[in-house]
């Protein structure tokens, strides 16, 4: 495995550059609904490394847009370095 030195990329490097404008942390009323969405994700986060340190093992972060509750975008995020990416 290929692990990244670039400097991780955090929910507040996002924040701070704009790239979140417009959204507020939180899941959308449908996908807070979904029967099986969150645990799907849970077990994909467990699993899967981060691609700016060794860590296996991600959380993730959803931000629902204030405009449209239909839209939003996720981001796992690692707990060690707090690296960021949006899937």
Sequence with gaps: MTVSTARPTTLADRERSGELEGFRPGHTPSTAAWPIGGDVVAEVMATTGCAACPQVG???RDFTS????????SYSVCP??????EF
């Design 80 to 85: 060690a370095c707090g690296h960021s990416e």
């Design 66 to 73: 204030i405009e449209d509750p239909r839209s939003w975008r």
């Design 58 to 60: 991600l959380g993730w």
